[in-house]
Nanobody, 115 residues
């Protein structure tokens, strides 16, 4: 089974940018959709953005216009470019896909936005 490993999180100030990466241990071209979720303390995990093999993207209203998801099937990697970060974007960010209907999660990467 493919494994997903996130990286790129960190501590930034409001208004700054980060780019998250999700590297897969195998080919992601067979996965129709790849996504990024996030979970803040005391809240449920929520979808941030997703991208299909055809390039169709979907974003949570709270990040539209600030975040951009992309996938590079040749590198087996999914990216999340996050601009104009806000304190409310603070969360653990998880990469996700599904294999035969079974969700696959990475271990997560912490993003903290604070002055």
């Amino acid at each position: 089974q493919v494994q997903l490993v996130e990286s790129g999180g960190g501590l930034v100030q409001p208004g700054e940018s980060l780019r998250l990466s999700c590297a897969a241990s195998g080919s992601i071209s067979r996965f129709y959709a790849m996504g990024w979720y996030r979970q803040a303390p005391g809240t449920q995990r929520e979808l941030v953005a997703s991208v299909t093999n055809g390039g169709t993207t979907n974003y949570a209203d709270s990040v539209k216009g600030r975040f951009t998801i992309s996938r590079d099937n040749a590198k087996n990697t999914v990216y999340l470019q996050m601009n104009s970060l806000k304190p409310e974007d603070t969360a653990v960010y998880y990469c996700n896909t599904k294999s035969f209907g079974v969700p696959i999660w990475g271990q997560g990467t912490q993003v903290t936005v604070s002055s």
